[in-house]
């Protein structure tokens, strides 16, 4: 509609009116063809859920959806002080041409007051407003000021403070203005409820998780707790806020199809599963529904994870930090991408090694319950992790030889714990250091007698807890006498070939 605007035979007739009166009069017309464009509105909501997703997972932008949501309900008040400004202004000046007299001319609420009428005498004041008021015209004041001046009544009658700076002059004016007021009710409603709720948004949750951590502090110390695990604990709850803000991971889409959910889990656990070296050979479907199963765990420097006797069917896989696996043979190292406790969740029997964090430690913990419901679907797979998870892949045994003999003359004459006595009395075995016992450690998981004993154990169908610990321990302790006599015949045959 507004190209009739741009055609000289369907313009609105203006040959009569001097050029300033037909320049407003064509601008009047354009305005009131664009009208139409309010029923757009209506779109805004929509575009604008569409235009967060997009800011937010495409380009992930560093803002929340709460603070998006309270910045469009700003925006939406600051339209509609607009809207009210403009309705209040066109109201005044028709009424300021049927009546004479309007806030628009009243010197105070749109021009400035001279130094005359800042005089302080009260009557002498008010006989120069009146003898001003005839000579004003509108020309005189900016079109800024005027929408200005529009605008800050729209704000006060929405805001509530109203100072009574400008007001109606005429019932024309009154009607605006009582109607106006109404409206401002609305807006005002709707602009203290969106802002309730990003500030119960952001403070639900914080208010929540300090409730919880007050309580469970009272009862630390109620309960006379040792301060090491005091500070264990706090280490734990300050984690657990900066991660996730105290809620479960994933606990916003939790209600979603378990389609959805395992689509969101696999996506962001993607990274940690491609660290996991047993995970690379599982199908996708099994891992989705693995990843689904694992919980996050964090834990501070010095926590015991597990202690070696304890009837705990779990198993963690290291996302970050180290941690220090003892057994009664000796001690190792898991790092990121490792894992422990696999015996304990596969076969039921209890912890055979003592697990600390060297470092604060993320963790995701596979559990007993959930992975049993897991293998229903997939029964095919018990025996295959049996298999993969208590004998992985072998490492490179080259970089083991180096490290076995890089401290061979060190004289550092150590005995192999659990090692035979008759083996450690030999002088080649004494001769062994704490590096080299370390990697036979290692190396256990890796030897052909371990790994046909863990193939064995896997193609049953039932083994009794017991008999199972007792068969690993026995393997395990036959593979380190196997690898600790074939290294020290390495070093005897290697001195003999220097001498």
Same mark, same amino acid.
């Given at each position: 509609?507004?190209?009739?605007?741009?055609?000289?035979?369907?313009?609105?007739?203006?040959?009569?009116?001097?050029?300033?009166?037909?320049?407003?009069?064509?601008?009047?017309? /354009?305005?009131?063809?664009?009208?139409?464009?309010?029923?757009?509105?209506?779109?805004?909501?929509?575009?604008?859920?569409?235009?967060?997703?997009?800011?937010?997972?495409?380009?992930?932008?560093?803002?929340?959806?709460?603070?998006?949501?309270?910045?469009?309900?700003?925006?939406?008040?600051?339209?509609?002080?607009?809207?009210?400004?403009?309705i209040w202004f066109i109201t005044s000046e028709v009424a300021l041409w049927r009546y004479g007299v309007s806030w628009l001319s009243t010197p105070g609420m749109l021009p400035f007051r001279t130094e005359t009428s800042m005089a302080t005498d009260i009557s002498e004041a008010h006989r120069a407003l009146s003898e001003a008021a005839p000579t004003f015209t509108l020309d005189s004041v900016s079109l800024a000021r005027e929408y200005l001046r529009s605008l800050l009544f729209s704000l006060e009658c929405i805001s509530t403070l109203f100072y009574g700076d400008i007001i109606s002059m005429n019932p024309m004016e009154l009607i605006a203005e009582i109607v106006i007021t109404f409206w401002s009710i609305y807006i005002y409603g709707a602009l203290v409820g969106a802002q309730g709720e990003w500030i119960d948004s952001q403070a639900r949750q914080e208010a929540a998780f300090e409730q919880n951590l007050g309580e469970l502090q009272r009862f630390l110390n109620e309960n006379d707790v040792p301060k090491g695990l005091k500070r264990q604990v706090k280490a734990y709850y300050? *984690?657990?806020? *900066?991660?996730?803000?105290?809620?479960?991971?994933?606990?916003?889409?939790?209600?979603?199809?378990?389609?959805?959910?395992?689509?969101?889990?696999?996506?962001?656990?993607?990274?940690?599963?491609?660290?996991? *070296?047993?995970f690379r050979a599982l199908d996708e479907n099994f891992l989705r529904g693995l990843l689904v199963c694992l919980d996050y765990v964090v834990c501070s420097e010095g926590e015991e994870i597990a202690t070696k006797g304890d009837m705990d069917r779990s198993m963690y896989f290291i996302a970050q930090g180290r941690i220090l696996v003892r057994m009664d043979s000796g001690e190792s190292m898991r790092e990121r991408g490792e894992f422990f406790g696999e015996f304990a969740l596969l076969y039921g029997i209890s912890r055979l090694e003592t697990c600390m964090a060297l470092s604060v430690a993320e963790l995701y913990r596979l559990d007993h319950e959930p992975y049993e419901r897991l293998l229903q679907d997939f029964p095919g797979y018990r025996r295959r992790n049996k298999q993969s998870w208590t004998a992985p892949a072998p490492q490179n045994h080259s970089m083991l030889r180096a490290n076995n003999?890089?401290?061979?003359?060190?004289n550092t004459a150590t005995t192999i714990i659990g090692s035979a006595p008759i083996l450690a009395r030999r002088a080649c075995v004494r001769n062994l250091d704490a590096v080299t016992t370390q990697n036979i450690e290692n190396e256990v998981p890796h030897t052909f007698v371990y790994k046909s004993t863990m193939e064995m154990m896997a193609q049953l169908q039932t083994m009794h807890p017991e008999?199972?610990?007792?068969?690993?321990?026995?393997? /395990?302790?036959?593979? /380190?006498? *196997?690898?600790? /006599?074939?290294?020290?015949?390495?070093?005897?045959?290697?001195?003999?070939?220097?001498?």
């Amino acid at each position: 509609m507004e190209m009739l605007l741009l055609g000289g035979i369907v313009r609105l007739p203006n040959g009569s009116l001097d050029f300033e009166a037909g320049h407003t009069l064509w601008w009047t017309t /354009r305005w009131l063809l664009r009208v139409n464009r309010m029923l757009l509105v209506r779109r805004i909501q929509p575009l604008s859920e569409e235009l967060f997703q997009f800011a937010i997972h495409d380009l992930q932008l560093p803002v929340t959806e709460e603070l998006l949501y309270f910045l469009r309900s700003m925006a939406s008040y600051m339209a509609m002080g607009h809207i009210l400004a403009c309705i209040w202004f066109i109201t005044s000046e028709v009424a300021l041409w049927r009546y004479g007299v309007s806030w628009l001319s009243t010197p105070g609420m749109l021009p400035f007051r001279t130094e005359t009428s800042m005089a302080t005498d009260i009557s002498e004041a008010h006989r120069a407003l009146s003898e001003a008021a005839p000579t004003f015209t509108l020309d005189s004041v900016s079109l800024a000021r005027e929408y200005l001046r529009s605008l800050l009544f729209s704000l006060e009658c929405i805001s509530t403070l109203f100072y009574g700076d400008i007001i109606s002059m005429n019932p024309m004016e009154l009607i605006a203005e009582i109607v106006i007021t109404f409206w401002s009710i609305y807006i005002y409603g709707a602009l203290v409820g969106a802002q309730g709720e990003w500030i119960d948004s952001q403070a639900r949750q914080e208010a929540a998780f300090e409730q919880n951590l007050g309580e469970l502090q009272r009862f630390l110390n109620e309960n006379d707790v040792p301060k090491g695990l005091k500070r264990q604990v706090k280490a734990y709850y300050a *984690r657990m806020w *900066r991660r996730h803000q105290g809620k479960p991971e994933f606990a916003s889409v939790a209600n979603v199809s378990k389609a959805l959910y395992e689509d969101v889990v696999f996506a962001t656990q993607h990274d940690f599963a491609a660290q996991v *070296r047993v995970f690379r050979a599982l199908d996708e479907n099994f891992l989705r529904g693995l990843l689904v199963c694992l919980d996050y765990v964090v834990c501070s420097e010095g926590e015991e994870i597990a202690t070696k006797g304890d009837m705990d069917r779990s198993m963690y896989f290291i996302a970050q930090g180290r941690i220090l696996v003892r057994m009664d043979s000796g001690e190792s190292m898991r790092e990121r991408g490792e894992f422990f406790g696999e015996f304990a969740l596969l076969y039921g029997i209890s912890r055979l090694e003592t697990c600390m964090a060297l470092s604060v430690a993320e963790l995701y913990r596979l559990d007993h319950e959930p992975y049993e419901r897991l293998l229903q679907d997939f029964p095919g797979y018990r025996r295959r992790n049996k298999q993969s998870w208590t004998a992985p892949a072998p490492q490179n045994h080259s970089m083991l030889r180096a490290n076995n003999y890089a401290g061979k003359r060190k004289n550092t004459a150590t005995t192999i714990i659990g090692s035979a006595p008759i083996l450690a009395r030999r002088a080649c075995v004494r001769n062994l250091d704490a590096v080299t016992t370390q990697n036979i450690e290692n190396e256990v998981p890796h030897t052909f007698v371990y790994k046909s004993t863990m193939e064995m154990m896997a193609q049953l169908q039932t083994m009794h807890p017991e008999e199972a610990k007792q068969l690993i321990l026995k393997v /395990r302790a036959g593979s /380190r006498k *196997r690898l600790s /006599r074939d290294i020290a015949q390495d070093q005897d045959d290697d001195d003999d070939g220097m001498d």
